[in-house]
């Protein structure tokens, strides 16, 4: 018989039979088939993970860094109208976005039609247009403050120098009608808001740059040489420039303090006694400063109050201002241009306070000058009287001033000194009132008689002190 031969039945070459045929479970076809695709697919897997990603259309703000900003990207006269449709405030804040905006915007204002547009020059307005043309510049130095951060100090000076160099009413003596401009108030609230926040160096760099650019050292110079009252244009330039420049703008008064020791520092106490009444001395009606009328007469009860408060602003200054200076400043002052009215001096020192009004007087009854001490007793408690000061304050100030007095002669001259002087200043005032008309000298007459109540409440005072202490 022809054997079969099955060509899927021969043995292996190794001897071992199928597997049907030696017991062992013959492969599955579909498993062949579906490992062949489990390779495929992660083949597939792994060539789309090689394969490297299309480019993203979004720029993020980490990229806009390395590239050009939008802003920048625009065409500059784009970009110019778009700052003019900007408020000072608002294009203050955008110039923090960048180094790159700020430098344009620093750009920006420094063109010509940007500052005949927002630059005002006109400051001769009606007090209703004050407020809102000092918010104007307030606003305008916070955007030369932010502008210009990364600047150095002299540089940004220079610049602001640059931009308001033009401007008449910034420059001392450039305006006709200075007593009713706000060219200097303007100036004052800009400096001011730049600058705030500055250390003692660089507010130093800036007196020294508005000196040089001013020339107000040498000027300053000019007034404090020359007669009293001589160049009265120039003093009052001064004043205004000082006080509503550097002094005015501050609300705390250790800036303004920082700003008057500036001032006054460089110049001998003779002339700082000179500068203080520029800066801080009465006025008359037409504006200027009443140099000869607070020797002539009595002045105002309110005239002497911003020459006090200086005063009391240097004395709370115990590092550069000593008590002393303080003390030689006032006798300066009061001798200055002649001898001041005694009821003048009177109430500055009590403006001053009792520490001031109390160590003037012991420096006199030291030195053993007890006219001086009696005649300013007396008008002080004239002042009290007049200006409804307790008149308990006037009784306790000779008691104190009795203390440096040891022996008991000493004590009873004192006393007898206030009492004849009391005698003497009522018979000088009721011979004003007899030379005088009555009808039309009425003020003599009041004072007069303010003497006198003075007088009796004084008394009455010291009498009940006296007996309350038995």
């Known amino acids: 018989m022809e054997e079969l031969s099955y060509t899927g039945l021969r043995p292996s070459r190794t001897g071992v039979g199928h597997p049907w045929v030696s017991g062992e479970r013959a492969p599955d076809p579909m498993e062949s088939i579906s490992g062949k695709f489990t390779v495929t697919n992660k083949r597939q897997c792994r060539s789309r993970a090689q394969r490297p990603c299309p480019a993203k259309t979004v720029t993020t703000r980490r990229q806009s860094r390395s590239t050009q900003g939008f802003f920048e990207r625009l065409p500059a006269e784009v970009f110019d109208m778009v700052l003019e449709l900007l408020s000072l405030m608002e294009t203050s804040v955008f110039s923090m976005v960048s180094k790159a905006i700020s430098s344009y915007i620093v750009n920006y204002i420094s063109t010509h039609t940007w500052r005949n547009r927002m630059i005002l020059r006109k400051f001769h307005y009606s007090s209703s247009k004050e407020e809102c043309i000092l918010d104007h510049y307030k606003s305008l130095g916070l955007l030369f403050k932010r502008c210009t951060l990364l600047l150095p100090t002299k540089d940004r000076l220079k610049f602001i120098c640059s931009s308001f160099s033009q401007v008449p009413c910034f420059m001392m003596e450039g305006c006709t009608a200075s007593s009713k401009c706000l060219g200097f108030a303007s100036y004052g609230v800009f400096l001011q808001t730049l600058i705030a926040g500055w250390d003692e160096l660089e507010c130093h760099r800036v007196f020294n740059f508005l000196c040089n650019f001013t020339n107000l050292p040498r000027k300053m110079e000019t007034t404090v040489t020359g007669k009293p009252g001589a160049l009265q244009r120039l003093e009052l330039q001064i004043r205004l420039f000082c006080r509503n420049v550097l ?224």
Request: negative net charge.
């Open 247 to 470: 002094l005015d703008p501050w609300q705390n008064g250790r800036d303004t303090l920082f700003w008057l020791t500036c001032i006054l520092k460089p110049w001998p106490m003779v002339n700082q006694a000179r500068l203080l009444f520029i800066l801080y001395g009465p006025l008359q009606p037409n504006g200027k400063i009443a140099w000869h009328e607070v020797g002539d007469g009595v002045l105002a009860q309110g005239a002497l109050w911003d020459l006090a408060k200086a005063l009391l602003l240097l004395h709370a200054d115990s590092k550069d201002w000593t008590a002393d200076t303080i003390l030689s400043i006032i006798e300066e002052l009061t001798v200055m241009p002649q001898a001041w009215h005694t009821e003048n001096m009177a109430r500055l020192l009590i403006l001053c306070g009792n520490s001031i009004c109390y160590s003037f007087l012991a420096s006199k009854a030291i030195n053993g000058r007890l006219f001086e001490i009696a005649r300013l007793i007396a008008f002080l408690i004239l002042v009290c009287e007049k200006d409804g000061y307790c008149m308990n304050w006037s009784v306790k100030m000779m008691q104190h001033l009795s203390k440096f007095f040891s022996t008991a002669p000493d004590k009873w001259s004192f006393i007898q000194s206030v009492e004849n002087m009391f005698s003497e200043v009522t018979m000088e005032m009721y011979e004003v009132v007899l030379a005088a008309n009555h009808n039309e000298d009425l003020d003599s007459f009041q004072n007069l008689c303010s003497l006198l109540n003075a007088s009796a409440h004084f008394h009455t005072e010291m009498i009940y002190t006296f007996l309350k202490d038995l």
